[in-house]
């Protein structure tokens, strides 16, 4: 009888746990695998499944735990940065160099983020960052969550997570600065 409900809940719940794996990761591939590895740790686990949620959300809990640990084993792995991506904007002194001072984005455009061609140029500056950094930036200001939530939830130390804002926040500005001021 467990194994028919276990295929029952693929059928029915596959493409709500994808959606929310993808939403999580941004990544097609990386979502998949996740919903794949959710339904074998539910099969494993068929058997102490007592039914005092609903199958749903007893799914859900596990493929949040499965996204949890992908961040954690992600950020576990050492970030390799090229020195010099951030000798670019400074000098030997720590203040920045003249030519790569952030601009100011003073728009007549105020819906600036309602511009579709904008969004495509953020969407890609984003998208270029380390995973890691994308989705911190994701979660703190799309998500709009505290910092120790998402410290929490990518197991990430305090200090850790504001440099890594902070520099994604560098490279989100110098490369919109590239691909949409300068280019419009």
């Known amino acids: 009888m ?22 999580k990761t941004s990544s097609a591939v990386t979502a998949e695998d996740l919903v794949q590895e959710t339904f074998l740790a539910a099969a494993e686990r068929l058997q102490s499944f007592k039914g005092n949620s609903a199958p ?55 819906q600036l983020l309602d511009d579709d061609d904008f969004q495509k140029v953020l969407q890609e500056c984003m998208h270029a960052l380390p995973e890691v950094w994308n989705h911190c930036l994701q979660l703190k200001y799309l998500s709009e969550k505290k910092g120790a939530e998402i410290c929490q939830e990518l197991d990430l130390s305090t200090t850790n997570f504001w440099q890594i804002v902070h520099r994604a926040k560098l490279q989100v500005r110098n490369c919109v600065e590239i691909n949409w001021y300068q280019h419009n």
């Open 2 to 23: 467990k194994q028919e409900e276990l295929k029952t809940w693929v059928n029915d719940f596959t493409d709500d746990l994808y959606q929310w794996a993808f939403y």
């Open 56 to 110: 749903k959300t007893w799914l859900f809990a596990i493929l949040n735990h499965k996204i949890i640990d992908y961040y954690r084993k992600k950020n576990s792995q050492p970030i390799t940065l090229d020195n010099n991506l951030f000798s670019g904007f400074f000098d030997e002194d720590g203040d920045w160099k003249k030519e790569k001072r952030p601009k100011n984005w003073f728009e007549e455009e105020e």
